[in-house]
């Protein structure tokens, strides 16, 4: 009922917390009132630190099990959001087309911000490694201190018309 009535629908930052099924009724409604989609920032499960850390991989694989936990939604679709957006617009009759559009942050207060909530949700995952998740972190947040650290997450954009 939103969409009804709309030529154009936007979101952001929302695809990776939502359901399949969420999606499949957002790509009819959308259909049923001919709009153009753009769906923005949707996070791809791509994480890459500058300068590495042993334990990155460990700290990614439990943040992308955090993704997949339910947000309100159903079950998120985490970093196969994109993937699941498109074939339910492209099975809806749209035209589909993506992109990337990383962040690439810079910014010490947003890697903090950002460092903080994956340790964060890594641990909620597993608390068994907590301490090695805590060790990560702290390494990770002397690199923002020290101006040595990058962080490059990505994301993709969505964009579908019929």
Do not use: N, Y
């Amino acid at each position: 009922a939103v969409v009804a009535g709309h030529d154009l629908v936007t979101a952001s930052a929302l695809l990776d917390l939502v359901s399949a099924a969420w999606l499949e009724t957002l790509a009819r409604a959308c259909r049923g009132a001919d709009a153009v989609v753009l769906l923005a920032l949707t996070f791809d499960g791509r994480m890459a630190c500058t300068p590495s850390h042993a334990d990155d991989d460990l700290v990614r694989s439990l943040v992308l099990r955090h993704q997949r936990r339910d947000k309100g939604f159903g079950p998120a679709l985490g970093p196969d959001a994109v993937a699941v957006a498109e074939a339910c617009f492209a099975t809806a009759g749209f035209t589909v087309r993506t992109a990337p559009s990383d962040w690439q942050l810079a910014s010490p207060r947003l890697q903090r911000e950002l460092v903080a909530g994956w340790a964060r949700a890594a641990a909620e995952i597993d608390g068994t490694q907590a301490s090695r998740i805590a060790a990560w972190e702290a390494r990770r947040l002397a690199h923002v201190l020290e101006g040595r650290s990058r962080i490059r997450v990505g994301h993709r954009d969505l964009v579908a018309w019929r």
